[in-house]
């Protein structure tokens, strides 16, 4: 593997914690899962829950400490010690119990990051029902058919968000019994219940986590995770993030996503750390301000926040006293090399890149502590992760021993996180693994010494500013638009975002292209899948290119769109 970038080192400052993972070999050799639930308390009677783990056995031994401090949009501050986050989460459960929500049934949010979405999130596990959280930033489409898919029992919003989103779809949710509304009766309504919870038996494969994720093809994809996942939250939280006890960490994710749950909401709080919540959006300055002001050790965010970060220049970073960070950490999607080298320079600390999914439930790979960071790579299999580069054969899949040879990113089935299924969909689940290996969809590479390198995405899903964005769901709008007859959508690289959403429509005869109907059919996207999934981009052509089978050649259209090479489409699998 040729490497271009020099391989860093992380050096420790005086009187700085040691990290998690001193040795890393040597603690790869010592690791077992019986290991792993040391410093985990299980409930009494055997078997985890996720909001014991992350608040109740806290708040006993370490009430008054600060488990949430909120900073809300116009310099609003709210610290929630671990003893108040307890009551919290157990008034939101016995309301649960007192709305005859049962067990296994399904509590969704659509919440911006107030302090609510967390106590919700916690509530719900407790209580043992399962937590789907939904982006807030997603139209009226995505969140019915994520409700719609899941059977949502419960839906935790707020009144302008369920105006403007639900309301327009409200009669196409059959299931949806119970909407709770975060207003100003919120705090009344909830000082109605108990602020005491016994957590009933939570057998380790008790359904805890629905989130939705996007394929080629098809509806969304929901995916189950079960509480014994905490077991996966907790080691990645010491290991891969490098977590102790006295950090401040903050994870910019929002918790519609599964970073901003896993990272964003449990690992933190298992670790009984204090974590920063944020409600605004990406705002460079802000940012420094917080990581100064609250004294933030380790730091959780993404690519496409790293590169706005540098376009805006080293000299907003070199203005603030950052010398607080200790661990800086990114995911979700290719982190450039350059971008690790810039934040040793800004930070005096490197980004440690790792990668994981949805359906993995937590990190996988990763960059600890205490390795050497090599610029360009995801880092190395966690212990108990086993990691393969494979390719599949007729028979099954076969496992490519060759360093640095490009084939799909397996991982061997059985980690405490991994995903028990797609939603009522079990042919679907089932083709995710072969062979006793489960198979990601991520082109890579491994090297001689183990670090595994991103390729690219074997499918056509599209990554943009982090968030995984499936281009039947956009397709799909856009044909309900009456002029539109064909649709194609493809990600556009994009030097900040790594990619864009860009469309490409087909009209029905008679009707005719001009710039105000390219602007109607993207505000018409916009209103129904919301912001974070519309199409930035959108194009009016004649036909789309189509396989003989009639479906629509999505890697055609971006290699013209690229100007690429038709003939050859493998080169289109990277979307660096
Ligand atoms: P999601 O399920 O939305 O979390 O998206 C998972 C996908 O994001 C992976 O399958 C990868 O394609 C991509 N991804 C996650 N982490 C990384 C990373 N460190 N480098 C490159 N791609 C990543």
């Not at 783990?53 to 006993?60: D, I, L």
């Not at 008034?91 to 005859?100: D, E, R, S, V």
């Not at 209580?127 to 058919?145: E, K, L, N, Q």
């Amino acid at each position: 593997m040729e490497e271009r970038w020099p391989r860093i080192v992380t050096t420790r400052r005086p009187n700085e914690v040691a990290p998690n993972l001193l040795d890393d070999d040597a603690a790869r050799r010592r690791f077992t899962w019986a290991r792993a639930r040391e410093g985990l308390d299980g409930l009494p009677g055997g078997g985890w829950n996720i909001a014991h783990e992350a608040v109740f056995r806290h708040a006993r031994t370490q009430g008054k400490k600060v488990a949430v401090r909120w900073l809300g949009r116009h310099g609003e501050r709210l610290d929630i010690t671990y003893a108040d986050l307890a009551v919290r989460v157990a008034k939101f459960a016995n309301a649960l119990n007192a709305m005859g929500v049962g067990e296994g049934e399904r509590v969704y949010a659509l919440l911006p990051r107030v302090p609510e979405l967390y106590v919700a999130a916690l509530g719900t596990l407790a209580h043992r029902s399962v937590f789907c959280p939904m982006f807030s930033a997603f139209g009226p489409d995505p969140i019915a058919s994520r409700i719609r898919i899941g059977g949502g029992r419960v839906l935790v919003t707020t009144p302008a968000l369920y105006d403007r989103k639900v309301r327009p779809v409200r009669a196409q949710l059959e299931s949806l019994r119970d909407v709770v509304l975060v207003d100003e009766s919120w705090a009344a309504a909830m000082d109605m219940h108990a602020g005491t919870y016994a957590i009933g038996p939570t057998p380790a494969n008790t359904p805890a986590l629905l989130h939705f994720t996007s394929g080629t093809t098809g509806t969304p994809k929901g995916a189950l995770h079960v509480h014994e996942a905490v077991l996966m939250h907790h080691l990645t939280g010491r290991y891969a993030l490098d977590l102790h006890a006295d950090d401040v960490f903050w994870c910019t994710a929002d918790p519609g996503w599964v970073t901003g749950t896993s990272y964003g909401i449990i690992a933190p709080l298992v670790c009984g750390l204090t974590m920063i919540v944020d409600e605004s959006d990406f705002d460079g300055d802000r940012w420094y301000e917080i990581l100064s002001r609250e004294r933030v050790s380790v730091w959780y965010t993404a690519p496409t926040a790293i590169r706005m970060l540098i376009k805006a220049g080293m000299e907003a970073a070199k203005k603030r006293d950052l010398s607080s960070l200790r661990f800086l950490a990114s995911v979700g999607e290719p982190l450039n090399p350059d971008a690790v080298v810039w934040s040793e320079q800004a930070f005096g600390r490197p980004f440690h890149d790792n990668w994981w999914q949805t359906e993995t439930g937590g990190i996988l790979i990763a960059n600890t502590a205490a390795m050497e960071i090599r610029p360009g790579s995801m880092g190395k299999a966690l212990p108990g992760v086993e990691a393969a580069i494979v390719r599949r054969t007729a028979k099954g899949v076969e496992v490519i021993d060759a360093p640095d040879a490009e084939g799909e990113l397996a991982i061997k089935k059985g980690w405490p996180s991994m995903f028990v299924g797609y939603w009522n969909e079990p042919e679907r689940y089932e083709k995710c693994f072969v062979g006793g290996w489960y198979l990601t969809g991520d082109l890579a590479k491994r090297d001689a010494d183990g670090y595994f390198w991103f390729v690219g995405r074997a499918d056509d899903v599209i990554k943009s500013a982090g968030h995984l964005i499936g281009p039947f769901e956009v397709e799909s709008a856009l044909l309900e638009h009456p002029v539109v007859a064909e649709a194609g959508v493809i990600g556009k690289p994009d030097a900040v975002a790594g990619n864009i959403v860009k469309a490409f429509v087909a009209l029905k005869p008679g009707c005719k292209s001009s710039t105000e109907l390219v602007d109607e059919l993207l505000g018409w996207a916009r209103k129904r899948l919301g912001t974070a999934v519309a199409p930035k981009e959108l194009s009016i052509v004649p036909s789309l290119p189509r396989t003989r089978s009639g479906k629509v050649l999505r890697r055609l259209l971006r290699a013209r769109e690229l100007g690429l090479p038709e003939g050859d489409l493998s080169t289109l699998e990277s979307s660096k």
